[in-house]
């Protein structure tokens, strides 16, 4: 009897044991991404009309892109983003510069994961697109919405370095805009 309870006894020891090397080896699941970029806002269609009167020349405007995106799952994130301008909104009318403010934007939504390609053993590219809000203050210094169409190409490389690039569509405020930059999983 003492041998068979010590028989259980150091059979459920090995087990435990062996369980937490197991556990110890799984690799831990990556759950957001961190990341920041630049991106360029370009023309928006419903000044073109405006500018083509005035024969006025758009200089697209740089921002800052932080960019946090939570996986949710494998195909579904969730992205949180801020867009703060390092310029203003610049136009060229009969030779002279004009100046607008660039209101920072807030945003967030849904991207799933559409197509992705392996291409070796640590490196891979992933395709998303998605729809997102921002929220923005316009050059009346009122609150608007603006919905945003998205689509970006994401290589990573290891377990955690990603770098990306795509471009975006406002329709709130009519303007393309690209969007690049690097980031880490973690």
């Known amino acids: 009897m003492k041998t068979v309870l010590f028989t ?20 831990p699941k990556r759950h957001f991404e961190l990341s920041f970029g630049q991106s360029l806002l370009f023309i928006s269609s419903s000044r ?15 921002a800052i ?11 579904m994130r969730v992205p949180v983003f801020l ?7 610049q136009f060229l009318v009969d030779g002279k510069l004009i100046n607008e403010r660039a209101s920072p934007t807030l945003g967030t939504g849904l991207v799933f994961k559409f197509l992705s390609f392996q291409i070796d053993k640590k ?18 210094n009122s609150f608007r919405l603006a919905p945003i169409a998205a689509l970006r190409m994401r290589i990573l490389r290891g377990e955690n370095f990603v770098m990306y690039c795509g471009g975006s569509y406002s329709f709130g405020v009519n303007a393309i805009g690209m969007l690049y930059g690097t980031g880490t999983i973690f």
């Open 123 to 140: 490196s891979k590219v992933e395709f998303e697109s998605g729809l997102l809000l921002s929220a923005l203050y316009d050059q009346n």
């Open 8 to 27: 259980l006894c150091l059979f459920f020891f090995v087990q435990s044991v062996s369980g937490q090397n197991d556990s110890i080896l799984k690799k």
């Open 83 to 89: 867009n703060i301008a390092t310029e203003s909104k």
């Open 48 to 62: 073109v009309v405006n500018i083509r009167e005035q024969s006025a020349i758009l200089v697209p405007t740089s």
């Open 65 to 75: 892109l932080f960019l946090a995106q939570f996986r949710t799952d494998k195909i």
